[in-house]
C-alpha cells in the first residue's frame, strides 16, 4: 500500500471533538491510500505559513529514531530502567502464572500480556503447554503422573527451554515476558527462579490463580475445549487433575512478590506489590471478574453522520444529520426486533436467530445485512449474529452531542456517558477540512502523514494520547459481567477493537470501523470472537465536498488507509 501526501490526512478523525493542550511524540512511515478530501469551507484567518513555525508542534513535527531514514542512533528513547531500580543492564519483569487447570491461568495471561502491549510494553507470552504440544504432541493425563521420572524430567526441560527463551527475548529487546504454566509445586518455581536469578536487573511476578471448586475448573476447561491445547475429555481432565493436585503448593511470602485471585477474582491477595509495573498489572488484575466464564459480548457502533462530517471537517460537536438520524432509528429498531421486545444480546456465539419476525428495514427501506470479513477468520454473519431476548442492555456513550442522539432510541437497563469516549481532540485544526489543513499548515500535513499513530495535533491529541485517556474505560469494560453496547468514535473504536483483538498498535491508525454497522464482540480466553451487521446501507449521498458521507468504508479492510 502506498504513502501519499493526500493520503495522511484524509481518512479517519472525521469524527468530531474540542480542543486541549497537550506536547509532541515521534513519527514512522506511515501507510495509505490516494485519497483527497474537498472541504466547503474556506481556509481560517491568518498569517502565511510562517506562522506555523510559532504553533506548538513540539517534538512530533520533527523525524525521530522511528524513521528508517534517521541514521542517529542517539535519538532512539531507550527505557534505561524498566522497574526503576538502578539497573545498569535495565530492568525487566518475568511474570510467572501458577494453578491448576482450568483455573483461568491462560486467561489472566492473555489478558495481562494484550494490555501491557496496548499500553506500549513490548510483551509476549510464553506458554508451556505449547512447548510440549510441538515437542512431544498431545498426551493424555498419564503423561503427568508424577511417578514417571522420565516425563517429569521430559516436562521439566521443556519448561527450562520456554523460560530460557523468555530470557532471551528480554535481552534482545523486549519489556515484559509471561510464562503461562500450571507452575504448581515448589522446586519448579525454584528452577524459574534460579534461572531469572542470573539476570542483572530481571526480577520475577507470580499470578497464582485459585478455583475452589473442582467442577468449575471441569466446567472452565469444557468450555475453551476448542481452543485448550490440553483438554481432552472429562475424564482425562479429571485423571491429570488428580496428578497435579497431589504435589500443588501454593506461594509463600518467601517466594517474592505475588498476586493471588480466588475464584475468578472474589477476592485478592497482594504481597511486596510496590513500584508502578507491578501495580498496574495488580491493578488491571483486579478487574477481571470471572469474565473467563460469563458470556459477555460487547457491541461498538460509530454515531451517526453528523453535519460536520457531511461537510467534510474534523472537530466540533455538530448534530446528526438525516441519514445519521436515520441509522440511529434503524440501530433502535434492529435491538428491539424480538417478540419478547428489546433482546439483551445474550446468545452465544454460536447461536443462532429464533424469532419468526421479518428483519427491521430501515427508513429506505433497506434491511439490515452482514458485513464481508475484513480479517481472515473473522465471522461476519447476521444471522447468527445473536439476538436479543430479556430487557434492556447497558449502554456507554461519549459527551458529544452525535453519540447521544444516536442511543437516545435503545431502550437502556444502564446508561453511562464518558468524556474519555469523545473521539480525537483536533486541537488549531478543530472545524477545518483536510484541504485546509494541507493549505493552512503544510508542515503538520507532512507530519502527520509519516506518522498516523504517534502524530499530535498541535493543542490536540495523537493516537497515544487517546489510549491514555481511554485506559479507565478498559479497566471498567474488564468489570463488566452483562452486555454493554458502545456509541462511540471512530479513532476511540479503533483504539478498543485493537485492545480487544490484540492487534499490533503500528496498525491502529488503519482499523475499519464502518460506520452504520454494529459490530459484537465475544471475548474468550483464548481469543476474541467477532461479528459484523451492517444496520442501514446508504448509498451516494455526502456533502458539497463530493466526498460520500461513508468515505471511510471504501477501505478494503484492516491493512488500508
Known amino acids: 500500500m ?18 486541549v493542550s497537550s506536547g509532541g511524540d515521534g513519527h514512522s512511515q506511515g501507510r495509505g491510500q490516494d485519497r483527497t478530501e474537498r472541504g466547503t469551507e474556506e481556509v481560517r484567518d491568518g498569517d502565511d505559513d510562517g506562522d506555523e513555525e510559532k504553533l506548538n508542534i513540539g517534538f512530533g513535527s ?5 524513521d528508517k531514514k534517521n541514521k542517529d542512533s542517539k535519538a532512539k528513547p531507550e527505557r534505561k530502567d524498566l522497574l526503576h531500580t538502578g539497573s545498569s543492564k535495565g530492568g525487566k519483569l518475568v511474570v510467572v502464572l501458577v494453578g491448576l487447570p482450568g483455573s483461568g491461568k491462560t486467561y489472566i495471561a492473555r489478558k495481562v500480556s494484550r494490555y501491557l502491549r496496548w499500553i506500549s510494553y513490548r510483551t509476549r507470552v ?25 516425563n517429569y524430567q521430559m516436562r521439566v526441560k521443556l519448561m527450562m527451554l520456554a523460560v530460557s527463551e ?49 467442577d468449575e ?52 491477595n497482594l ?23 460469563a458470556n459477555r459480548p460487547i457491541y461498538m457502533t460509530r454515531a451517526g453522520e453528523t453535519q460536520f462530517i457531511k461537510r467534510g471537517l474534523i472537530g466540533g460537536d455538530s448534530e446528526l444529520t438525516a441519514s445519521g438520524i436515520e441509522f440511529a432509528k434503524a440501530l433502535g429498531d434492529f435491538l428491539q426486533y424480538d417478540d419478547s421486545g428489546f433482546s439483551c444480546l445474550l ?86 477540512s483536510y484541504d485546509q489543513i494541507k493549505v493552512r499548515f503544510p508542515q503538520e500535513y507532512r ?58 498498535i503500528e496498525e491502529l491508525p488503519f482499523l475499519t470501523i464502518n460506520s452504520n454497522t454494529l459490530i459484537r464482540l465475544d471475548p474468550k480466553a483464548y481469543g476474541c470472537k467477532e461479528k459484523r451487521v451492517k444496520i442501514v446501507n446508504q448509498k451516494g449521498g455526502g456533502g458539497a465536498g463530493g466526498h460520500d458521507s461513508d468515505y471511510e468504508e471504501d477501505h478494503a479492510g484492516r491493512g488500508s488507509a
Open 271 to 293: 504481597h511486596m506489590i510496590n513500584g508502578f509495573l507491578r501495580t498496574k498489572i495488580a491493578s488491571f488484575v483486579m478487574n477481571l471478574t470471572a469474565l473467563h466464564t
Open 62 to 66: 520533527d523525524p525521530s529514531w522511528t
Open 166 to 214: 523468555a530470557m532471551q527475548y528480554l535481552n534482545r529487546d523486549g519489556e515484559i515476558a509471561i510464562i503461562d504454566g500450571t507452575n504448581y509445586c515448589r522446586s519448579r518455581r525454584d528452577l524459574i527462579r534460579e534461572r531469572v536469578s542470573r539476570e542483572e536487573g530481571f526480577e520475577i511476578l507470580w499470578i497464582e490463580s485459585i478455583i475452589s471448586s473442582d
Open 447 to 504: 507530519a502527520r502523514m509519516k506518522d498516523k499513530l504517534r502524530y499530535r495535533y498541535p493543542r490536540g491529541e495523537s493516537y497515544f494520547d487517546v489510549i491514555t485517556r481511554l485506559d479507565p474505560v478498559i479497566f471498567e469494560l474488564e468489570r463488566q459481567k452483562e452486555p454493554l453496547l458502545i456509541v462511540g468514535h471512530l479513532a476511540v473504536l479503533r483504539c478498543l477493537y485493537a485492545y480487544f483483538l490484540d492487534l499490533p
Open 2 to 19: 502506498t504513502s501519499s501526501a493526500s493520503s495522511s490526512f484524509s481518512e479517519e478523525e472525521e469524527e468530531e471533538g474540542a480542543t
Open 347 to 432: 446468545n452465544t456465539a454460536s447461536s443462532t436467530a429464533t424469532s419468526s419476525k421479518p428483519r427491521p428495514q430501515s427508513a429506505t427501506g433497506d434491511t439490515p445485512t452482514s458485513s464481508t470479513a475484513s480479517t481472515p477468520g473473522f465471522e461476519y454473519d447476521f444471522d447468527n449474529f445473536g439476538l436479543l431476548h430479556g430487557g434492556a442492555i447497558n449502554v456507554w456513550t461519549s459527551t458529544m452531542r452525535s453519540a447521544r442522539e444516536t442511543a437516545a432510541r435503545i431502550k437502556q437497563n444502564k446508561y453511562v456517558e464518558w468524556r474519555a469516549l469523545r473521539e480525537i481532540e483536533a486541537g488549531v485544526c478543530d472545524g477545518m
Open 217 to 268: 475448573r471441569v466446567k472452565n476447561a469444557a468450555r475453551n475445549n476448542h481452543n485448550s491445547p490440553d483438554y481432552m475429555d472429562e475424564n482425562d481432565f479429571n485423571l491429570r487433575m488428580h496428578f497435579y493436585k497431589q504435589q500443588y503448593e501454593t506461594l509463600g511470602d518467601d517466594e517474592g512478590s505475588y498476586i493471588r485471585t480466588h475464584d475468578s477474582g472474589k477476592s485478592l
Open 126 to 150: 510464553f506458554s508451556l503447554a505449547k512447548y510440549r504440544l510441538e515437542k512431544v504432541g498431545t498426551k493424555q493425563a498419564s503423561f503427568f503422573d508424577p511417578d514417571n521420572q522420565i
